[in-house]
């Protein structure tokens, strides 16, 4: 299967700082990518979806200001958490596609914990 | 309201032995079934796709059953390993324009030496 890969791998930082995850895909390009969050014992939560080049569409209740997506090419997608609060700290996971209606290939995630 | 629920929460079985992981959705009209493994600390790896057609699916120890009437589905695992120790996640694609993917909350397997 495709190959997509997410870095940091895990991050800590203050409350108050903004942290930055990338996530690419490896071996295709990657219209769609789609951004999850995971809370310890709970199954994935859909953040947001990204097409190249547009904005994304973000699931309810999910801040499109504190949760900043960029989608600028096809192979790379970044999220911006802003102002991360302790609350904040969780599992995101990223998924690319070929579009929407093909298979999502998960990359391995990034742990974010903040102090 | 489109929905998948997996039975059970968690589990625990011994080396060598079989389980079965249930998978129930409402998700209407329905695409495909994917089933995924998680370890923990790491990124869902698909194991099956199921499509309406498809009743049975296998891959390696790893067998995939669906019943698209009663919208049911299930994973079986054989003469399972330490290794098999992880979430598996049920994730179903549908609902309007077919485009909005499902998840289910995941069974947590431990297998034991």
């Known amino acids: 299967g495709a190959v997509v890969s997410q870095h940091p791998s895990r991050v800590i930082c203050k409350s108050g700082t903004s942290v930055k995850i990338e996530c690419r895909s490896l071996?295709?390009?990657?219209?769609?990518m789609f951004w999850y969050r995971q809370f310890p014992k709970q199954s994935l939560m859909l953040m947001a979806t990204s097409n190249e080049g547009s904005k994304a569409t973000y699931e309810q209740g999910v801040e499109k200001d504190k949760f900043l997506i960029n989608h600028a090419s096809l192979t790379l997608s970044t999220l911006t958490v802003t102002s991360a609060h302790p609350e904040d700290s969780s599992f995101y996971i990223c998924?690319?596609?070929?579009?929407?209606?093909?298979?999502?290939?998960f990359g391995p995630g990034t742990r974010l914990t903040v102090l | 309201k489109n929905q998948v629920e997996q039975s059970p929460q968690s589990l625990i079985i011994l080396e060598g032995k079989n389980c079965t992981l249930q998978?129930?959705?409402?998700?209407?009209?329905?695409?495909?079934l994917r089933w995924y493994k998680q370890d923990t600390g790491r990124g869902p790896v698909s194991l099956t796709i199921?499509?309406?057609?498809?009743n049975t699916k296998s891959n390696g120890r790893y067998t995939a059953t669906l019943d698209a009437d009663t919208k049911q589905s299930s994973l079986h695992i054989t003469a399972s390993q330490l290794s098999d120790s992880a979430s598996y996640i049920c994730v179903v694609r549908g609902g309007y324009n077919f485009n909005k993917f499902y998840f289910g909350s995941g069974t947590k397997l431990n297998v034991k030496p």
């Open positions: 199921m499509t309406f057609s498809e």
């Open positions: 071996d295709f390009q990657a219209t769609t």
């Open positions: 998924s690319a596609s070929l579009g929407l209606n093909n298979e999502q290939f």
């Open positions: 998978c129930n959705y409402t998700v209407s009209p329905f695409s495909n």
